[in-house]
């Protein structure tokens, strides 16, 4: 709760301050009730917006992008994540030592691998695609705030019926993952992919045991990233097939990135969209709702409660 409160809080005064000086003529509750909404809407992941066009008229403003990227990978990360950051500048300041556990490493150095990675690659297929009419500092802040959001918040600073086919197949990629356990974000959680990564590599260097920064992972813990990984693997394609078979029964024309996109932002409770949203039939829209609460309540938690039905 405290840090909620205290991160919301932070948000709102930095938005309130740049939405003040960008639009001084604009009213003044509306403007703090503007900060508000986005405040809380990028810390919990949610991705809300009161802009009928959600960020994109904001792309030429770097610092409302900025605060909004900061409270979206801090609401990310997780709150033990978080935790252990703040005891780890306390114990610093106090000339202590204190050790981040392995989870939190792990969050971490996932996190920006996959941040670094997606600013990279969106940078690479959209300065001169739907960034090409913006300068390069403008297009640097927007293909990371695409980075950031992919995973989960689900803001939209570009149009994305408008862009490539690379990087909407990208944002699928990075909508997969998610974010951290014990966030507000959704998805497969940075952890389970880490982990899976890290099986397949030691499985290459002929290693029965996953070690991270000389310590062993328990197989328990393999197995249930794995377990997990093969579910979400078969929900999503059934919500695809889905998607697919009915939209196209339906007389829609066949666009199976739309399809797969939608399917994979409805299970991660993105809830970014290249356009289909509105044009799904009743029979479609069911299965989005599904989706979307099957990712938000978690398939182990489902799994567990119907075998106990069983």
């Not at 066009?53 to 992008?65: G, N, R, Y």
């Given at each position: 709760c405290v840090?909620?409160?205290?991160?919301?809080?932070?948000?709102?005064?930095?938005?309130?301050?740049?939405?003040?000086?960008?639009?001084?003529?604009?009213?003044?509750?509306?403007?703090?009730?503007?900060?508000?909404?986005?405040?809380?809407?990028?810390f919990c992941n949610a991705g809300f917006s009161t802009f009928s066009d959600s960020l994109i008229s904001a792309q030429t403003s770097p610092a409302v992008l900025s605060v909004i990227m900061f409270l979206i990978v801090l609401g990310g990360i997780g709150f033990l994540?978080?935790?252990?950051?703040?005891?780890?500048?306390?114990?610093?300041?106090?000339?202590?030592?204190?050790?981040?556990?392995?989870?939190?490493?792990?969050?971490?150095?996932?996190?920006?691998?996959?941040?670094?990675?997606?600013?990279?690659?969106y940078f690479l297929l959209d300065?001169?695609?739907?960034?090409?009419?913006?300068?390069?500092?403008?297009?640097?802040?927007?293909?990371?705030?695409?980075?950031?959001?992919?995973?989960?918040?689900?803001?939209?600073?570009?149009?994305?019926?408008q862009a490539s086919v690379g990087s909407n197949f990208f944002t699928i990629l990075l909508m997969s993952v998610g974010g951290s356990p014990g966030s507000t974000a959704g998805g497969l959680k940075t952890t389970t992919v880490a982990l899976i990564f890290?099986?397949?590599?030691?499985?290459?260097?002929?290693?029965?045991?996953?070690?991270?920064?000389?310590r062993s992972v328990p197989d328990?813990?393999?197995?249930?990233?794995?377990?997990?990984?093969?579910?979400?693997?078969?929900?999503?394609?059934?919500g695809i097939l889905s998607l697919a078979v009915?939209?196209?029964?339906?007389?829609?024309?066949?666009?199976?990135?739309?399809?797969?996109?939608?399917?994979?932002?409805?299970?991660?409770?993105?809830?970014?969209?290249?356009g289909a949203t509105y044009e799904l039939t009743d029979g479609s829209r069911v299965t989005t709702v599904l989706l979307m609460f099957t990712g938000r309540v978690g398939p182990l938690a489902i799994a567990a409660a119907l075998l106990s039905l069983i």
């Amino acid at each position: 709760c405290v840090f909620v409160v205290i991160l919301e809080l932070a948000g709102t005064v930095a938005l309130f301050m740049l939405m003040s000086r960008a639009n001084p003529f604009a009213d003044t509750w509306q403007t703090l009730w503007e900060s508000v909404f986005h405040s809380v809407s990028a810390f919990c992941n949610a991705g809300f917006s009161t802009f009928s066009d959600s960020l994109i008229s904001a792309q030429t403003s770097p610092a409302v992008l900025s605060v909004i990227m900061f409270l979206i990978v801090l609401g990310g990360i997780g709150f033990l994540t978080l935790e252990e950051l703040y005891l780890f500048q306390k114990a610093k300041r106090k000339g202590q030592r204190f050790r981040l556990s392995l989870h939190s490493r792990l969050v971490l150095t996932t996190t920006a691998v996959l941040l670094v990675v997606g600013w990279i690659g969106y940078f690479l297929l959209d300065r001169n695609g739907v960034f090409k009419h913006l300068g390069t500092g403008d297009t640097l802040v927007n293909t990371l705030f695409m980075s950031v959001t992919a995973r989960t918040a689900g803001f939209n600073n570009i149009d994305y019926g408008q862009a490539s086919v690379g990087s909407n197949f990208f944002t699928i990629l990075l909508m997969s993952v998610g974010g951290s356990p014990g966030s507000t974000a959704g998805g497969l959680k940075t952890t389970t992919v880490a982990l899976i990564f890290l099986v397949a590599w030691s499985r290459l260097r002929g290693q029965q045991t996953v070690t991270v920064a000389g310590r062993s992972v328990p197989d328990e813990t393999i197995q249930r990233a794995i377990g997990l990984f093969v579910i979400v693997f078969g929900i999503v394609t059934a919500g695809i097939l889905s998607l697919a078979v009915v939209e196209t029964q339906a007389g829609r024309t066949p666009d199976f990135l739309r399809y797969m996109f939608e399917a994979v932002s409805a299970f991660n409770t993105v809830g970014l969209s290249m356009g289909a949203t509105y044009e799904l039939t009743d029979g479609s829209r069911v299965t989005t709702v599904l989706l979307m609460f099957t990712g938000r309540v978690g398939p182990l938690a489902i799994a567990a409660a119907l075998l106990s039905l069983i």
